[in-house]
């Protein structure tokens, strides 16, 4: 997933994509690691200028995306893109939401589907909201 996310990032960052990572260890304890020990991780992943993820990503303090203690971005990004069978809880690691830069939630994706499996949407959202 940092490997897809850092190239969608360069490749497209400059015509204004953003990546938000909200660190999360709800998915069996699997990022019990603390704040500085996770942007030490993503550091690992670089792009082309040799700049890590953790330079190239905004990265927010770990957080709860499902429950009672849901971060407050969760609660509204599942409330407007629930999934086909009307849940709302992000059900794994790497759950992604595109957003638009005024904050209007587009499309959901699941931890299954890969960063790259993205762009298409990606590029399309960049282009509405540059034309």
């Not at 994509?17 to 991780?41: D, M, R, T, V, Y």
């Not at 209007?104 to 990606?122: Q, T, V, W, Y």
Request: hydrophobic fraction near 35%; charge should be neutral; include cysteine.
């Amino acid at each position: 997933n940092y490997t897809q996310l850092v190239e969608l990032y360069d490749k497209y960052h400059e015509r204004g994509l953003e990546i938000l990572a909200f660190p999360c260890n709800q998915f069996g304890a699997q990022e019990p690691k603390s704040h500085e020990e996770i942007l030490q991780f993503a550091a690992k992943y670089q792009g082309a200028d040799g700049k890590g993820a953790n330079e190239k990503f905004v990265f927010f303090e770990k957080s709860d995306v499902n429950g009672s203690k849901t971060n407050e971005v969760f609660s509204f990004l599942k409330k407007k893109l629930p999934w086909e069978d009307g849940t709302k809880d992000v059900r794994w690691n790497f759950g992604k939401f595109l957003v638009s830069r005024e904050g209007l939630p587009h499309k959901r994706f699941g931890s299954k589907e890969a960063p790259r499996d993205m762009e298409n949407d990606i590029v399309a959202l960049l282009d509405r909201l540059q034309s």
